[in-house]
């Protein structure tokens, strides 16, 4: 027997705003003696606190102006946002996956926004 769910819904954040969330999690839990921190909470915990860079406010602003752009789709803001490329090359790796290629000058655009932030 298989029981699916429904997705009701679908939002992209960043690891920063994660970050944030679990952060607010664990103080609720840390507030109740009685509630452990399950282990998979744990680790999602341990993951954003090791790679978040920036704070929630900021990577919004960052998804926002890079949405501003031609070619930078929610997800792949979302992605910039979390990695911080600091060069093309890293850049054209977010890129990768999609079905067309961004010449130097986009790459520079989106770059130049990354730079405001880090």
């Known amino acids: 027997m ?6 009701l819904d679908e939002e992209y954040i960043t690891i ?3 970050k944030s969330l679990l952060n607010e999690v664990e103080d609720e839990r840390a507030d109740d003696e009685d509630r452990d921190l399950r282990y998979e909470l744990a680790r999602a915990i ?3 606190n090791r790679h978040a860079v920036l704070e929630a406010e900021e990577s919004r602003e960052l998804v926002d102006d ?3 752009l031609d070619k930078v789709s929610e997800e792949i803001a979302h992605r910039i ?3 911080l490329p600091e060069d093309r090359t890293e850049l054209r790796a ?3 996956n999609e079905r067309f290629t961004l010449d130097g000058e986009e790459l520079d ?5 990354v730079a405001k932030y880090v």
């Open 46 to 48: 341990e993951h954003v």
């Open 66 to 68: 890079l949405l501003e």
């Open 109 to 113: 655009d989106i770059l130049d926004v």
């Open 94 to 96: 977010i890129y990768a």
């Open 16 to 18: 920063s705003e994660a």
């Open 81 to 83: 946002a979390d990695l």
């Open 2 to 7: 298989t029981i699916f769910k429904e997705k």
